[in-house]
Nanobody, 127 residues
């Protein structure tokens, strides 16, 4: 089992920044591909970003490219999501998620691929 705990959410004005963190425990963190998803009220949970086991590759949904950056620190068992130039439409509960990838360059944008999920952290962007 992998336990994931997100932090760093909050209320920010449009154009501002937030840095989310997701601390993992339970298994060897570097064996897992990590992803960030978000769910706005009344909407489906959507993919935001993913990063491979060593941070060598990252992929983003088009709407956040150039504004968000995902990174990881395997020594700290933590994945981050730096969010800049925030917009009201970024308002959502943000979740981190993990699936076992070993040391291969595997990643996914599909929610069903991820086996472990955090409880989520609320991000609210005011206009």
């Amino acid at each position: 089992q992998v336990q994931l705990v997100e932090s760093g959410g909050g209320l920010v004005q449009a154009g501002g920044s937030l840095r989310l963190a997701c601390a993992a425990s339970g298994r060897t963190f570097s064996n897992y591909c990590m992803g960030w998803f978000r769910q706005a009220p009344g909407k489906e949970r959507e993919f935001v970003a993913t990063i491979t086991w060593n941070g060598g590759f990252a992929y983003y949904i088009d709407s956040v490219k150039g504004r968000f950056a995902v990174s990881r620190d395997n020594a700290k068992n933590t994945v981050y999501l730096q969010m800049n130039s925030l917009k009201p439409e970024d308002t959502a509960v943000y979740y981190c998620a993990a699936f076992y990838s070993g040391r291969g360059t595997f990643y996914s944008t599909e929610r069903a691929k991820y086996d472990y999920w955090g409880q989520g952290t609320q991000v609210t962007v005011s206009s």
